[in-house]
């Protein structure tokens, strides 16, 4: 605790600010959104060093290496590859100066610190990652099965008696059908684009 308030005191901690959506445009962050394709930035923070832009598809995270250098790395999240889990937020105590939003991406560990004074905003953040990572859990549990069910019908067709003239047709009329029905399911159950949940929970 002591180490953190000497670091406040001397301007050396990396407390973050949340960007309103008027000034997306004056952020690093922005240039690497693919508006193009129908992305858009629903939350931002910005720090000394770093930017954490929360899109309906992805987290962009301009890292940069130190507050004095203008060097920086563009890292892309796609949700749809890289699983949100673990989401924590930790509120701030009567001498802290920020509270912090913690989770995971993928394998990758993040722990932003936010003024304290936006906590209320945060909370909305805090919101939207929560909601994404139990819909991804969720579609995940519910590709498995379906996944289970068709191998077991499989199974047994592969097990009852054919006739040898119309075994290749029904293996063919067997693949045709799989390969739709796993796409149909695919697409209904590995999600891309979350707008519709920064939407519900974000209140800029």
């Not at 930035?41 to 000394?48: A, G």
């Not at 598809?57 to 796609?78: C, F, N, Q, W």
């Not at 991804?136 to 008696?161: G, H, P, V």
């Not at 009329?173 to 519709?196: N, V």
Request: charged share 30%.
């Amino acid at each position: 605790m002591f180490k953190k308030m000497a670091a406040d005191a001397l301007g050396l901690s990396d407390i973050g600010k949340i960007i309103s959506p008027a000034d997306y445009d004056k952020t690093d962050a922005d240039d690497y959104v693919m508006h193009e394709d129908n992305e858009k930035i629903y939350f931002l923070i910005k720090t000394k060093v770093d930017e954490y832009c929360f899109t309906n598809l992805a987290l962009i995270h301009v890292d940069g290496e130190s507050a004095v250098s203008s060097k920086r790395t563009l890292k892309r999240y796609p949700y749809a590859q890289h699983k949100i889990s673990n989401v924590l937020l930790e509120t701030a105590g009567k001498i802290d100066m920020d509270v912090e939003i913690k989770f995971m991406i993928g394998g990758q560990p993040f722990d932003i610190d936010v003024r304290k004074d936006q906590i209320e905003q945060l909370k909305d953040l805090y919101k939207s990652l929560l909601r994404i990572a139990e819909i991804t859990y969720d579609n995940e549990l519910q590709m498995e099965m379906a996944t289970q069910s068709l191998d077991k019908a499989a199974m047994i067709l592969q097990s009852s008696r054919t006739d040898d003239q119309n075994l290749a047709g029904t293996y063919k009329g067997l693949t045709d059908f799989s390969f739709e029905w796993l796409t149909s399911a695919h697409d209904k159950y590995h999600i891309k684009d979350f707008g519709h949940v920064f939407e519900k929970y974000i209140n800029n």
